[in-house]
């Protein structure tokens, strides 16, 4: 029995040590698992760049969407505000207010009254001048001597209050809108003709004024 046992010592030494070294891989093994699985999740850069990037789109599509959709009435606006409105008056063939687009010129609001009457004197307008917003357009008309006008229209300006028609000379006639030499010549031709008028609508049956030009002289006019 003595021998026996000397015989398995060695073994069982040998088995305590393989188990000692199992215990401690065992216990490296749960080590690294448990670190791996410890071990933070990082997000991808560039998946977070791309959802960042599509978030963003539609915001930039939607923004785009409301300017076109601004767009066009802001656009309309605009070209109301450029339209011109100007007084032509003076020896065209249709006196009155007229609407020109931009850029429009002397001549074009003469065209847009008829066109000059064949006694006005066409060389008292620069018709190449580009129009204004407001102004008036006296065709065949001289700026009164020492008026002080504007600079816009040909016409008179500063007259300090309504002109008699039934007492004013053809140069007085000339300095209201609309009256050239042709018209204040048939004003004072009519009144010698058939007496003094009687009220400012009564200037209506005097040749080349018609209503147009009529309106334009209401508030300048009286018949005393």
Known sequence: MERLARRWAPNAVLSRRAVLALIVLGALAVALVLALHDRPTTVPAPEMVTRAASAAHPVEEGSGGAEAAEGPSASEAAAAREDLVVHVGGEVEEPGLYTLPPGSRVADAVEEAGGALPEADLDLLNLARPLADGEQILVGVPPPAGGTGTGHGTG???????????????????????IGPVIADNIIAHREEHGPFRGVDDLVNVSKIGEKVLDSLRPHVTVG
């Open 156 to 178: 008179a300006q500063g007259i300090g209050g309504p002109v008699n028609v039934n007492q004013a000379d053809k140069a007085l006639l000339e300095t209201l809108p609309g």
